[in-house]
């Protein structure tokens, strides 16, 4: 039962061009949603974040928006940069639970020269 | 240092040997997470703890996982009799509080356990 979806296992952007990473969920009951951006061999690292009060936040190259009634929430970055290329989890939360971060199974993003 | 460090960093076994990962979450960190990345797959919930005590378990894939917190601190994720398909990274987060407004993690390098 995969709560959040991340269709797309790869994407490959141009450097300066928009990188636009996809993420789908079925809980409604979540209302937080994070990305986390993972490099080889390290941990993933948080990289911005949504609530589901709001439809859009925007963080310099990044920006989150979601759309609750399609369950669907997508990062973008722009200018796409070679140090963005890793792999990007999104992942949801149900604040009033307490409970654990769900995430999705990672877009490997590739901004190429 | 003043992040998630875990041990050991690459762990090889034999099938059937039991193994221990260590997790040191930031200090103050009240919750602390385990999860798993197998080859190719996505970010996989274990345990979580709150203080010492893990409300949800829910993750853990079978008997032989156990995990404990002491001193609402170090943590210790012990697979008994491995198998193969435990083989993956280890993943520890700790986390200022519970879920909460930002549900922020803070994850450590992992310890990427291989069972031959």
């Known amino acids: 039962d995969q709560q959040v979806k991340q269709n797309s296992p790869s994407l490959s952007v141009q450097e300066g061009r928009i990188s636009i990473l996809n993420c789908d969920y079925t809980n409604s009951m979540f209302d937080y949603f994070l990305w986390y951006k993972k490099y080889p061999a390290e941990g993933p690292t948080f990289l911005i974040s949504i609530s589901s009060i709001k439809d859009k936040n925007e963080d310099g190259r990044f920006t989150v928006f979601l759309n609750k009634s399609a369950k669907h929430l997508s990062l973008h970055i722009v200018p796409s940069q070679p140090g963005d290329s890793a792999v990007y989890f999104c992942a949801a939360i149900s604040t009033g639970t307490a409970s654990k971060l769900t995430f999705g199974t990672g877009t490997r993003l590739q901004v190429t020269l | 240092g003043a992040g998630v460090s875990q041990s050991p960093s690459n762990k090889v076994t034999e099938k059937g040997k039991d193994v221990e990962l260590r997790c040191d979450p930031i200090?103050?960190?009240?919750?602390l997470y385990w999860y798993r990345q197998s080859l190719g797959q996505g970010l996989e919930f274990l345990i979580y703890?709150?203080?010492?005590?893990?409300?949800?378990k829910s993750g853990l894939p079978s008997d032989r996982f156990s995990a404990e917190r002491t001193g609402g601190s170090v943590s210790t994720l012990t697979i008994q009799r491995t198998q193969q398909e435990d083989s993956a990274v280890y993943l520890c987060?700790?986390?200022?509080?519970?879920?909460?407004?930002?549900?922020?993690?803070?994850f450590g390098e992992g310890s990427r356990l291989t069972v031959l």
């Open positions: 703890f709150q203080g010492n005590s893990a409300p949800d």
């Open positions: 987060a700790s986390s200022a509080r519970a879920g909460g407004p930002t549900g922020e993690l803070f």
């Open positions: 200090s103050g960190h009240t919750a």
